[in-house]
C-alpha cells in the first residue's frame, strides 16, 4: 500500500491505496464531476502534493510542489500509464521518480508576508492547537480553522487565516517530525486494530465519533452497516481526555436495545480490546460504560 490520501472532484477520499488502485483512478477520470485527483503524503506535509487534471479526449496535466509557490510545476503527458507510474513512484518517494518529465513551471505567485501574532494570542492559540494535535483526529484544514475563530469574541477576529494556517503548520510540523520517531506500536494503533476487527464482525465501531454521548448515541445505527448488531464508540471528549491522560470512555450497545444483547456487546468489545493489548477496566454490566486505562496517547496525524 502507499502511504498516501487520495482526494476526488466528486469528493472521495482514499488512503492508503494500492498502485494498481492508484491507476485505476488515473485511468477513470476525465468525466464530468470526475476529473482531478490530489494525491497527498500520510501525514499529510503541508504545501506537499501531487495532482492530475484530465478531461475525457484530452491530455493529463501533472502537477506537482514541495513546498513554496516556486516548486509548483507542470507537465503535459498523453498516457494515463506514465501519468499513474509517476505518481506511484512520488508516493514511495524514489530517488529520480520523475526524471525526464518535461516540466515548466506552474506561475503560481509567492503569498503576501503574513504579518506576525501578538504573543499573548500566538501563545493561547498555539495551546489549543497542541490540544488538538495531541488528540491526533485534526487535519491541516480544520486546525486552521479552530485556530481562526478560537478568539473570535463580539465579531473581533484577532487571527486571520493566514496567520491562522501558517501557525497551525508550523505545529504540525513539529509533530509529524516528532511522529517519526514512534517506530512501536502505540495505544491508538491498538484501538484503531481493534475496532477495525469490530467492525468487520457487525459491530459498528467508530473513533473521535460525535460531540458527545447524546449525539453519539442517536447517530450511530446510520454510521455503519444495516445488518450490524451492536456498536462501540468514543466522542471528541474523549478523545480530549486520552490525550491528556486521563483514559477513554467507550460507549457500547445493541440495536435491538435488549440488556441482554448490550452486554453480549460488552464483552466482545472488552475481549478485543485486551486482545489487541490494551488496558481494560469494566464490570460487565450493560449500565456501565467500558474504560480503558494507562494509556500512551501518541495518535498519529493522517491530515
Known sequence: MLSIKV?????????????????????????????????QRIPDIPGTFIQVWHEAGGSYELEHRTGP?????????????????????????????????PWESAGIPEPEPVPEL?????EQVETRVRELLRGGYGSVRTLTETAEEHLVKDGVRPVSPAQARELVVRLWL???????????????????????????????????FTCCRSCGLSEIYAAGREDARGFVFFHLQGTE???AGHGLTLY????????????AVGREVAAALAEAGLTVEWDGSPDEAIELTGLDWRKRLVG
Open 7 to 39: 482526494e476526488t472532484e466528486n469528493q472521495q477520499t482514499r488512503t492508503r491505496v494500492s498502485e494498481q488502485e492508484l491507476g485505476e483512478l488515473v485511468c477513470r477520470i476525465g468525466g464530468s464531476g470526475d476529473r482531478f485527483l490530489v494525491v
Open 69 to 101: 509557490a516556486s516548486s509548483h510545476v507542470r507537465a503535459v503527458i498523453d498516457d494515463p500509464g506514465r501519468v499513474a507510474g509517476l505518481m506511484a513512484r512520488w508516493a514511495r518517494q524514489e530517488p529520480g521518480w520523475d526524471a525526464g518529465t
Open 118 to 122: 501578538a504573543q499573548e494570542i500566538r
Open 174 to 208: 513539529e509533530r509529524v517530525e516528532e511522529q517519526r520517531g514512534w517506530t512501536d506500536v502505540t495505544d491508538p494503533d491498538r484501538l484503531e486494530r481493534a475496532f477495525a476487527a469490530l467492525d468487520g464482525r457487525g459491530i459498528t465501531a467508530r473513533e473521535h
Open 241 to 243: 481526555s486520552a490525550a
Open 252 to 263: 457500547y450497545g445493541g440495536f435491538d436495545d435488549s440488556a441482554e444483547t448490550t452486554a
